[in-house]
């Protein structure tokens, strides 16, 4: 079936306005992730779904970020009151999940890349 | 906290030559990964190695895990201009499910 996607690919938003990103995983992965990267960086970790549930959200930088994930597929992260250093490229990804056996193989989307003004 | 230390963290080389990129931590993981990103797409993996002292070659590419779980290298012999790319590794402390933590990438531009 098709990978995983995202959507908006793009976003340009203004200080201080709300954004929501969706993910959209690969059909019967039940894990799910979220991570954001600095241009020419490596990943930065934020929040780990697996099922419905969030098993680690320590990566989050402040509350003003928030996820969610309903039934088992499709995840929302939001961003409230978006800063200048939120800016970035905002990665899902999604996996088999635990529990399925062996080596647990994380598959990314392309990204959705935030521009904060 | 900067768990993984990637070196170099840019390398720019003639093609045919051959190169290796590290992976250094003082922590010990389950698992390590390597992928490689292209500009405006996400990371794709490369390999995954489990094992201490393990080897693994995928065609040019040679991988490393250290003996103590701690390290990796990769190598890549006669390089291509289409081996250019950010390569990241990155370790996860359980092999089935649960974050990965990424090193800051390497840049490697291979001309022709």
């Known amino acids: 079936g098709a990978g995983v996607s995202q959507s908006p690919s793009n976003k340009v938003t203004e200080k201080g306005k709300d954004v929501e990103l969706r993910c959209d995983p690969i059909s019967g992965h039940t894990a799910l992730y979220w991570y954001r990267q600095s241009l020419g960086q490596g990943l930065e970790f934020l929040i780990y779904f697996q099922g419905n549930s969030a098993p680690d959200k320590s990566g989050l930088p402040s509350d003003r970020f928030s996820a969610e994930r309903t039934g088992g597929s499709v995840s929302t992260l939001t961003i409230q009151r978006t800063q200048q250093e939120d800016s970035a490229v905002y990665l899902c990804a999604s996996s088999l999940g635990a529990g399925r056996g062996g080596t647990d193989t994380q598959y990314f989307g392309p990204g959705t890349r935030l521009t904060v003004l | 906290t900067q768990l993984l230390e990637q070196s170099p963290q840019f390398l720019s080389i003639q093609e045919g030559e051959n190169l290796t990129v590290y992976c250094n931590s003082s922590?010990?993981?389950?698992?390590l990964q390597w992928y490689r990103q292209e500009p405006g797409e996400g990371p794709v993996l490369l390999v995954t190695?489990?094992?201490?002292?393990e080897v693994k070659k995928l065609k040019r590419l040679t991988f490393q895990f250290g003996d103590a779980r701690k390290d990796s290298s990769l190598h890549i012999t006669a390089a291509q201009p289409g081996d250019t790319g950010l390569y990241l590794c990155?370790?996860?402390?359980?092999?089935?499910?649960?974050?990965?933590?990424f090193g800051d990438g390497t840049t490697l531009t291979v001309k022709p």
């Open positions: 190695v489990v094992t201490g002292g």
């Open positions: 922590s010990v993981f389950s698992s």
């Open positions: 990155a370790a996860r402390r359980n092999t089935n499910a649960g974050k990965s933590t």
